[in-house]
């Protein structure tokens, strides 16, 4: 019969070797993180940058230890549905996504963590129960409700030209999380004094008509809301404002380096960067809905001088003083 000294000793080298054990499994896996993107590879290489930095920060190394599946649907928002479900098809550890894909991602999946890089006000919307206990198995980084960000970028147009009486919006209607922003902006011009006009579409497909619908109501001005959809359409947007020399204000900083005047927002490389302390929270065995919904804590005003030449408008001293960055 074993001696009692014996049995406790090979008892504790089992119980050691499990953990040592699956943390040697753990080091050895290749963690497989699907990324599905509203847009395109090259219309979200600087987020996606960001995104990879901070999967290298945190010690993941690409084809060494997590592999990246990329689906993008190019603007379409039909397309997000089919390329969740393949994500899920291929069994992907986390899904990481943004805008519309977040909800396209929860109807295709209730078990797969999702990790939301950037997304409207997740309570309003249902993904989330609360940003403090999100429940289910999505959490992130959320915009909120964007309460006066987009009565902000309403001010600061108006004192980057301050003759403007009519501003169009550009309104997404099959994009939930426009809506509020919208309610802020409606709210910021009946205090300044200023008409809207606010063009509906929905979808990429339809934004080149609304910005010609836009241009038969004689706007001064244009606002451009957080919108996946707009934001893959950006060229057609600041060729629109060119032609028409329209001061517009954007929700990224991308479009105004791309040729946009202006733009007020959190700043969305700083969001995709931190989406992946979630990533890595998941994979270490984190679940969802314990850990809370984060919001931007980092907001930017950019200015492109050029663009502001090209359509005739002197930025007042003190607005540019305000800036984090000028284009010239």
């Known amino acids: 019969m074993m001696d009692r000294r014996r049995f406790l000793a090979s008892t ?25 993107g509203h847009s395109s590879a090259s219309a979200s290489a600087g987020r996606i940058e960001a995104f990879r930095q901070g999967l290298r920060d945190l010690g993941y190394v690409e084809g060494k230890n997590v592999a990246l599946e990329y689906r993008w649907s190019a603007g379409n928002q039909d397309r997000l549905p089919e390329l969740a479900k393949d994500l899920v098809r291929r069994k992907v550890d986390v899904i990481v996504t943004h805008s519309v ?15 939301m890089a950037i997304a409207g006000d997740p309570v309003a919307t249902g993904l989330v129960a609360s940003l403090a206990r999100p429940g289910g198995n999505v959490t992130g980084l959320s915009l909120g409700t964007e309460d006066g960000l987009s009565g902000k970028r309403l001010q600061l147009l108006t004192e980057a030209a301050p003759k403007l009486s009519r501003v169009g919006v550009l309104w997404n209607r099959a994009n939930p999380g426009v809506a509020s922003q919208i309610a802020d902006i409606r709210s910021a011009a009946s205090i300044l004094g200023v008409r809207l006009q606010l063009v509906e579409f929905r979808g990429s497909d339809e934004l080149k008509g609304a910005l010609a619908s836009l241009a038969a109501t004689r706007s001064d001005a244009l606002i451009v809301p957080a919108d996946a959809a707009a934001f893959q359409q950006r060229a057609h947007v600041i060729a629109f404002t060119a032609r028409n020399r329209l001061p517009a204000i954007y929700a990224q900083r991308e479009t105004v380096q791309d040729g946009g005047l202006m733009a007020y927002a959190s700043s969305q490389i700083d969001l995709w960067r931190r989406a992946a302390t979630y990533v890595d929270k998941v994979l270490k065995g984190a679940k969802p809905g314990d850990l809370p919904v984060e919001l931007p804590t980092k907001f930017e005003l950019v200015i492109n001088l050029k663009t502001a030449k090209a359509l005739g408008l002197t930025i007042p001293p003190a607005l540019l003083a305000q800036a984090d960055e000028v284009i010239q």
Do not use: H, S, W
């Open 101 to 115: 894909g977040v909800l396209a991602a929860k109807d295709a999946t209730t078990t797969i963590p999702i990790v």
């Open 12 to 36: 504790g080298a089992v119980l050691l070797a499990a953990p040592l054990a699956a943390q040697a499994e753990q080091a050895d896996r290749v963690f497989r993180i699907g990324v599905l």
